[in-house]
């Protein structure tokens, strides 16, 4: 699996956002930096029961991540068509106004190195990656547990820092500032 320090793989995946339209051949390029962090999650499958919750999770929180130069990346292994329904079946997942990309042919699940062999599926994986795409947080969860959008978004903050955050550290406390010897 891809950890701390790899950079993210530069590939072109299709994409699918928003509900106006039917999904076209459009992709992204998950190489394009455009000096943004990236919070990059996969959920197992559309038309589930748990990944609803995160989606719209981390949806209601985009604008937060939008201000913190985060652009919010969805994925699972369904396609654009599917992705496209699933939003267009439910209100609030329509709201969810990110990319979603529609990793079928499990490309970057692969390079990722989060399929779960026996479901053929990715599991609940979460990269925050900086503006030069280098990997600089990873988390993942089992297939049947959901994940805290605001925990990503509090790691974010501490990233940015750039400083030492303590355990429970959130936006506006204290970092740590090592004596000189």
Known sequence: MLTVGDTLPALKVPVQQGV?????????DLGQTDGKWKILFYWPKDFTFVCPT?????????????????VLIGASTDTTHVHFAWRKSDEQLANA???????????????????????????RATFIIDPDNVIQHVTVNGLNVGRNPAETLR???????????????????????????
């Open 155 to 181: 790691v974010l903050d501490a990233l940015q820092t750039d400083e030492l955050c303590p355990c429970n550290w959130s936006e506006g406390d204290d970092v740590l500032k090592p004596v000189a010897a």
């Open 20 to 28: 106006a339209a039917l999904p076209s051949d459009e992709t992204f």
């Open 54 to 70: 995160e989606i719209v999770g981390y949806g209601d929180l985009a604008e937060d991540f939008a201000d913190r130069d985060a």
């Open 97 to 123: 106004d990110f990319p979603w990309l529609a990793d079928n042919k499990k490309e970057l699940a692969e390079a990722l190195g989060i399929l779960d062999g026996q479901e053929g599926v990715a599991y």
